[in-house]
């Protein structure tokens, strides 16, 4: 399995209202096809290291490499198009456009690739919503959609350029046990074709159930184990 | 194909909200409206006084003057001694140009020049029974003179015919017409300063709308005239000129008096008050439209400002998923564009339809002007400069707020 992700010696700081360590020393990989969860209380840093391993964020000290790709001293411009290519996310909240239809939310970052003519990016986000269970909705206005509706249209975004690996913050922090339970096996589907999934969240169930889980406490990882196969 | 979505998601933003973007799209329309109909109808103003200053008047005048001082012999022979001389007589200078016609063909044949009409002109009285008045007559040849000043279209009765066919035939001025109380057909007796007289026709009447104009002048024929004052046919007292591009009457005037030696007056030192007026009316015209834009461009400035804000959550999404800072300015830029160009394009539209009722309103300026609607004038160049200063405008308004909205950090938006 090859590398996708390395972190390496990641420190991080927050100088609001005070100097203040976020992250200290965070050193780990990702596998090629792994799913992987990272737990931890509240505070204790784990949504600030995804936001940096998502590239928004390059206020750090050490290396992040991901799809072979050294991302420390990147422009802006390289790091958005980097993102459009390998990266997907899914927020907590559910973030789309409000404007625009379901199927026009999950294009966009398609088009923006520009790898594929309108009319197979298209074909592409039904098909995406169709995995997701939302094309019926397709092309209902993002706003008339009901919360864990826009969850799920976010994830079929998340999915539209089939990135490398795919983000999650909290990604069925909205949704009903049904529903996580349809995301779960989505994402399950996707690290078996080779995609990464990394998942931030508090549902210890969801993390159980993962192939790994990190344990992060005072912005450092204090655990990481394997879950067995099931 | 970046524009093309930029260009997307810009369009459903403003058709997600209409009012908002027809609210900002009237402001614009408002200020290039009243740009237009405000530049166009004092441009017109501008241009009736011009013309009917310069219609009057020609670009640059000819002339000898006559100059009665002179000192005395004993003073030019023993200059700053007590001479006393008394009853001096002021020699006989005659007020000719010499060689006139001549000079009038030679200028004629200058690149620029429009035309020139060499003229006698003096003083005169105008007898019809028992009224008297004073005034001018000029010997002319009238078609010279008509295509300078346009008199065909400035005759109020009669015709410039009268005048070919007639040695006799005299064109006066309206008000001095009515004022004698001649019409077409009429005799007139004239009597120059050297106090022959002569009895003419009236074959026309015209009107300048210029006061010292009507009043007092009068059209002979240029031999006529030069017979009543005993002179022979190449007696010339005054060359009249008009340029192509009167602006080139000044620099033209200068060489001409270089050349020939005698004085020359050009329009714009004739006219130097309207000239200022002109450029106070322009200075004024600009400054009222340009506050008008400003004001509209401060309000695209707010809207767009309004939208960034309210959008900032989307703008935190489109660069999470990949879009970059360029893609954002060109959203809100594409917005501000659209904004300015059809807010633009509608203002044009009632500038003109606001100037076009303008220019058929009627207007009573009275007998003396030729004037009986608003001067307006329609320049192509006045709705390219509308056009453009509104798409500036709203450009620049529209460039800081997108330039913010580029400038969003995700990280702090989607963490909440």
């Known amino acids: 399995m090859n590398t996708v992700l390395s972190a390496q010696h990641v420190n991080k700081y927050f100088y609001d209202p005070e100097k203040f360590q976020v992250l200290k020393e965070v050193t780990f990989t990702v596998q090629q096809g792994e799913f992987l969860s990272i737990v931890g209380k509240s505070g204790c840093g784990k949504s600030t290291l995804l936001y940096l391993l998502s590239t928004m964020d390059t206020d750090y000290e050490g290396e992040i490499e991901m799809a072979g790709t050294k991302l420390k001293g990147r422009s802006q411009d390289f790091l958005s198009h980097f993102r459009n290519e390998h990266l997907g996310f899914v927020f907590q909240f559910h973030f789309l456009l409000p404007e625009f239809s379901a199927l026009q939310n999950v294009m966009l970052p398609g088009l923006k690739l520009g790898k594929y003519p309108e009319k197979e990016v298209e074909e592409r986000a039904m098909e995406k919503l169709r995995l997701i269970g939302m094309a019926d909705y397709a092309r209902k206005p993002a706003s008339k959609l009901s919360g864990g509706q826009q969850q799920r249209v976010a994830i079929a975004r998340a999915l539209i350029n089939d990135p490398t690996i795919v983000m999650g913050d909290e990604p069925t922090g909205n949704l009903d046990r049904a529903n996580t339970e349809n995301v779960f096996e989505i994402f399950r589907g996707l690290a078996q074709k080779g995609q990464t999934i990394i998942a931030v969240t508090h549902d210890p169930d969801f993390a159980a159930r993962t192939d790994r889980v990190i344990e992060m406490s005072d912005g450092m990882i204090i655990a990481s184990h394997e879950n067995k196969v099931q | ?416």
Do not use: C
């Not at chain 2, 011009?50 to 022979?77: C, G, M, W």
């Not at chain 2, 009853?87 to 000719?96: G, M, N, S, T």
């Not at chain 2, 140009?97 to 020049?113: C, D, H, L, S, T």
């Not at chain 2, 030696?261 to 329009?267: F, L, N, P, Q």
């Open chain 2, 1 to 416: 194909m970046d524009i093309r979505i930029a260009s997307q998601i810009a369009q459903t933003h403003l058709l997600a909200k209409k009012r908002q973007t027809l609210v900002a799209m009237l402001g614009v329309t408002f200020g290039i409206a009243m740009f237009i109909t405000m530049i166009s109808f004092m441009q017109g103003v501008n241009q009736f006084l011009e013309d009917s200053a310069l219609d009057a008047s020609p670009h640059i005048r000819l002339y000898n003057e006559v100059n009665t001082q002179r000192p005395s012999l004993i003073d030019q022979l023993n200059p700053g001694n007590f001479n006393v001389v008394y009853h001096q007589k002021p020699k006989d200078e005659l007020a000719r140009i010499k060689n006139g016609i001549a000079i009038a063909e030679r200028i004629e044949k200058e690149p620029g020049v429009l035309g020139v009409s060499p003229q006698v002109a003096t003083q005169a009285f105008y007898n019809n029974g028992p009224i008297q008045l004073s005034g001018t007559i000029s010997g002319v040849d009238i078609e010279r003179e008509n295509r300078l000043y346009k008199l065909n279209t400035r005759l109020k009765s009669g015709s410039l015919r009268g005048l070919q066919s007639n040695p006799d035939g005299l064109l006066m001025g309206a008000v001095l017409a009515r004022k004698l109380n001649v019409r077409v057909g009429d005799k007139v007796t004239v009597t120059t300063p050297i106090g022959s007289t002569r009895v003419l026709r009236v074959v026309g009447t015209f009107g300048f709308g210029v006061g010292t104009v009507d009043n007092t002048k009068s059209y002979a024929n240029l031999s006529t005239v030069q017979e009543m004052l005993q002179k022979d046919p190449s007696y010339i007292t005054d060359v009249h000129i008009k340029m192509v591009d009167p602006l080139q009457a000044i620099p033209f005037g200068q060489r001409l008096r270089a050349m020939y030696g005698y004085y020359t007056e050009d329009w714009a030192t004739a006219n130097t008050a309207i000239l200022a007026g002109e450029k106070i009316r322009n200075v004024m015209t600009f400054v009222v439209s340009m506050t008008l834009l400003v004001v509209a461009g401060f309000g695209i400035y707010n809207i767009m400002n309004m939208t960034v804000i309210n959008k900032i959550k989307d703008i935190a999404i489109l660069k999470a998923t990949g879009f970059d800072g360029r893609d954002i300015i060109a959203i809100f830029l594409l917005q501000a564009i659209f904004i300015g160009f059809s807010g633009g394009l509608l203002g044009l539209l009632i500038g003109f339809g606001l100037s076009y009722m303008l220019s058929i309103t009627p207007f009573d300026a009275g007998d003396f002007l030729s004037l009986k609607t608003f001067p307006v004038i329609f320049d192509p160049k006045y709705y390219v400069m509308g056009i453009l200063f509104g798409v500036i405008t709203t450009v620049l308004a529209g460039f800081f707020p997108s330039r913010k909205a580029a400038q969003v950090d995700p990280v702090a938006i989607l963490r909440g």
